[in-house]
């Protein structure tokens, strides 16, 4: 769905939606569609958020690049007990960013070692 179905859906259903799944291409493109989600209440859970990143590396290299340079520069800014000062990837920025905005992560990842590295445990 995309702004305006849902903008026809809020204004018939009697049972609101309280969830919404999306991709992360959606969540970054798509402003109208946030800006209904949160006028309206509606948690936004953001799936495939790692693999859109790594399949995007080679279509947008400057992008990529510029994560990786967010990232680096974080470890020396960081000040919490816990937390570890190695260097962040572009896809901890991400992730990061995707957590202070609010967003939901469903983690799609089967490699043990991958869910370990983005964990905030590890």
Same mark, same amino acid.
């Given at each position: 769905?995309?702004? /305006?179905?849902?903008? @026809?859906? #809020?204004? &018939?259903?009697?049972?609101?939606? +309280?969830?919404?799944?999306?991709?992360?291409?959606?969540?970054?493109?798509?402003?109208?569609?946030?800006?209904?989600?949160?006028?309206?209440?509606? +948690?936004?859970?953001?799936?495939?958020?790692?693999?859109?990143?790594?399949?995007?590396?080679?279509? /947008?290299?400057?992008?990529?690049?510029?994560? @990786?340079?967010?990232?680096? /520069?974080?470890?020396? /800014?960081?000040?919490?007990?816990?937390?570890?000062?190695?260097? #962040?990837?572009?896809?901890?920025?991400?992730?990061?960013?995707?957590?202070?905005?609010?967003?939901? &992560?469903?983690?799609?990842?089967?490699? #043990?070692? +991958?869910?370990? @590295?983005?964990?905030? @445990?590890?």
């Amino acid at each position: 769905f995309g702004s /305006s179905e849902l903008n @026809e859906l #809020f204004d &018939i259903a009697q049972v609101k939606p +309280h969830i919404y799944q999306a991709s992360l291409r959606q969540v970054v493109l798509d402003t109208d569609l946030n800006d209904v989600l949160k006028r309206e209440g509606v +948690h936004v859970q953001v799936y495939n958020a790692v693999q859109s990143i790594l399949d995007n590396v080679n279509k /947008s290299p400057r992008a990529f690049k510029a994560l @990786e340079r967010i990232g680096a /520069s974080y470890h020396q /800014s960081i000040d919490a007990p816990g937390v570890s000062k190695n260097n #962040f990837s572009a896809i901890h920025v991400v992730l990061a960013w995707l957590v202070q905005r609010g967003f939901g &992560i469903v983690p799609g990842s089967t490699n #043990f070692d +991958h869910i370990t @590295e983005n964990s905030p @445990e590890a």
